[in-house]
């Protein structure tokens, strides 16, 4: 069965400090596909990256940057300089390498940026 | 180009009325799943369609069920509604590749009384 932990439920930042969001997997597959989304108060998941298994290229767009570390199976994802625009739920997901399309996604974690 | 479509965004209904909710994918994404969010359970699956078939199927009870059309629209729909089925229901549409992601609609917050 697959899992996604997110262990942190809700983090408080004010603007300009930077913060690391935790997320750690399980899966027995070799192939596998993980994700990050943002849900504002507006409801929609936005789509912020994908990473694939056999990639542990660490990627930096912008203020966000992501973590992936298969040893310790950790996808964590850091926002430099936060504001108060990325105050938002944020949810790690993960999925098999199979066909089928289904997402196993984490608790979130809820981050508010106050000024 | 326009996103994933999904009506009515707001929706009140009564217990033990059934409920048809929508979603029209992005133009040429043809796998389309259904997620239920919950403050207590979080983002749950609950199926996946692509091509008019369903490939997946999330834990959830026979109440719940969907389909997809050829033109891959897909319709999900709950009957005999309990108050726990008060969630916000968002709809994802995909590529058929594997190595792709989900984009998801404003989701539909169905609120049962």
Not at chain 1, 59 to 82: D, L, M, P
Not at chain 1, 90 to 113: H, W
Request: proline fraction near 3%; glycine fraction near 8%.
């Amino acid at each position: 069965a697959q899992k996604v932990t997110q262990a942190q439920t809700e983090i408080s930042v004010v603007e300009k400090e930077d913060v690391t969001l935790d997320c750690v997997y399980e899966t027995r597959d070799t192939t596998y596909y993980l994700f990050w989304y943002k849900q504002p108060p507006s409801g929609e998941l936005v789509f912020l990256i994908r990473r694939n298994s056999f990639d542990e290229q660490n990627e930096i767009s912008g203020r966000y940057s992501w973590n992936f570390q298969k040893s310790t199976s950790s996808f964590n994802f850091t926002i430099t300089a936060s504001q108060v625009v990325d105050s938002a739920v944020y949810f790690c997901a993960l999925r098999s390498g199979g066909s089928n399309y289904k997402l196993t996604f984490g608790k979130g974690t809820l981050l508010t940026v106050n000024p | 180009k326009a996103g994933v479509t999904q009506t009515p965004r707001y929706l009140i209904k009564t217990r033990g009325q059934q409920v048809t909710l929508s979603c029209s994918p992005i133009s040429g994404h043809r796998s389309v799943s259904w997620y239920q969010q919950t403050p207590g359970q979080g983002l749950q699956f609950l199926f996946e369609y692509f091509s008019e078939t369903q490939r997946n199927k999330g834990n959830f009870p026979g109440r719940f069920s969907g389909r997809q059309f050829s033109n891959s629209r897909s319709e999900m729909n709950v009957s005999t509604l309990e108050l726990g089925d008060s969630a916000l229901y968002l709809c994802a549409s995909s590529f058929i590749a594997r190595d792709t992601e989900a984009f998801f609609g404003q989701g539909t917050r169905l609120t049962v009384v």
